[in-house]
């Protein structure tokens, strides 16, 4: 049987041989909104929860809060409906567009045009938040969970505060959408360290959202800056718009997330002796940081002893000078989870805990196109190309195993079927 995934802007092909059963797990196959452009202007005409724009006629400062090159936002379809409604409202000149990067290095002014296009840059102020400069943020307390919310400045200080994003599968928060955008990716350093250290708890899992504590975290800093308005998409494995909320944050995740969960969320019969697993191709893949979103959902349904195949370009290697730093050195999973278990939870090195932990049950092995070194140093166990992989993999199978292949692992929820 021959394979295929997606890797970086293209693909790459594999065979298995005859006689091994091999499941295609993947997001359903759900169309796409004939006219996406409408869609959204709908759904920002006809806000969700106890929220109007008329309420904000007259503001002084709009911040919109936008994702960065790492997330496959659609920002091409999703902002020209709403700067539009809020040129009606006679806020045009009022606008500011916050790239939202968390931990990410700030994007510079010649990376914009990859997220946002020329009209939008020649008419509107654009800037990159800066998670580690003390002096562009502003301290509003902590969370019940102890989380200390240090969020940027500008933002929090306007008057109309919007966010920007996709409702998917998030490893550990559950869902992404609603105020993540802002909440962590206009956060300061100290405060994604805090609430991803929530992490460790066993309800912070793929797919859990109310009884989540790193998503209801995250919803509590969304509350203390005040977001007033999420406008999100749910995107089928084309990256194609399905469906789009506007509204109230809390309210836009209730209705949000059951939609999400018919495009992502896939049975399975059992654990697999192979998974093949793609984050699902750029930018996904652009790094190691963001690829191992795929290893993680993978490692669900991986037998103990099975081998999972991670299939991510990383063009841009590590994707974390944090965690690439605290590798060195390292030559075991074992001595990467006593260490970091040793030293408590610190972003960036939280990337390296989680593959040792998913690493340590199933064994792992890259196709990439960083380099080997690099990847070796990082204990990703690189090969040279998927072929090569798929058949190491395969020396120890017996009769029964199985091989789950997943095209765009990092959107998706798998379960066992019971």
Request: a negative charge.
């Amino acid at each position: 049987m021959q394979i295929q995934l997606p890797y970086g802007h293209s693909s790459l092909m594999g065979q298995i041989p005859d006689g091994i059963d091999v499941d295609i797990i993947s997001p359903q196959r759900v169309s796409a909104q004939e006219d996406p452009l409408a869609c959204v202007r709908m759904a920002v005409q006809t806000l969700l929860g106890n929220v109007a724009w008329e309420d904000f006629i007259g503001a002084k400062s709009v911040a919109i809060a936008v994702n960065d090159k790492t997330r496959p936002v659609p920002h091409d379809v999703l902002l020209p409906p709403l700067l539009a409604h809020l040129a009606r409202l006679g806020l045009d000149e009022a606008i500011t567009i916050y790239v939202a990067v968390g931990t990410h290095p700030p994007m510079q002014p010649e990376e914009f045009p990859g997220i946002l296009s020329t009209e939008i840059l020649k008419r509107y102020r654009v800037v990159s938040h800066d998670s580690e400069n003390p002096n562009k943020l502003v301290f509003l307390g902590e969370t019940s969970h102890g989380t200390p919310v240090w969020t940027n400045r500008e933002y929090y200080e306007s008057d109309l505060k919007i966010v920007v994003g996709n409702i998917e599968p998030h490893q550990f928060a559950g869902f992404s959408g609603g105020v993540k955008t802002a909440a962590v990716g206009l956060a300061g350093l100290e405060s994604i360290n805090n609430n991803h250290g929530l992490m460790i708890h066993p309800n912070s899992q793929l797919g859990k959202y109310e009884i989540n504590p790193t998503r209801q975290d995250i919803e509590e800093m969304g509350q203390m800056i005040g977001i007033h308005v999420a406008l999100n998409a749910i995107l089928n494995q084309e990256k194609k718009i399905v469906h789009a909320l506007a509204g109230d944050p809390v309210e836009v995740m209730k209705a949000g997330i059951p939609l999400s969960r018919q495009v992502c969320q896939v049975r399975v019969p059992g654990e697999y002796k192979l998974v093949i697993a793609s984050p699902g191709g750029h930018p996904k893949d652009i790094n190691v940081y963001q690829a191992q979103k795929a290893l993680a959902h993978a490692a669900l349904v991986s037998k103990p002893t099975g081998t999972i195949i991670l299939v991510a370009a990383c063009p841009e290697g590590a994707g974390s000078p944090h965690y690439e730093h605290w590798m060195r050195g390292k030559n075991s999973y074992a001595e990467v989870l006593e260490r970091f278990n040793k030293e408590g939870f610190r972003i960036g090195p939280h990337k390296a805990f989680m593959i040792a932990r998913d690493a340590t049950k199933s064994r792992l092995l890259l196709v990439s196109e960083m380099d080997q070194d690099l990847a070796g140093r990082l204990l990703l166990n690189p090969v040279e190309n998927l072929q090569a992989a798929i058949d190491t993999a395969l020396r120890d199978f017996q009769a029964g195993d199985r091989v789950g292949i997943m095209t765009h692992a990092s959107s998706t929820i798998p379960f066992i079927e019971i």
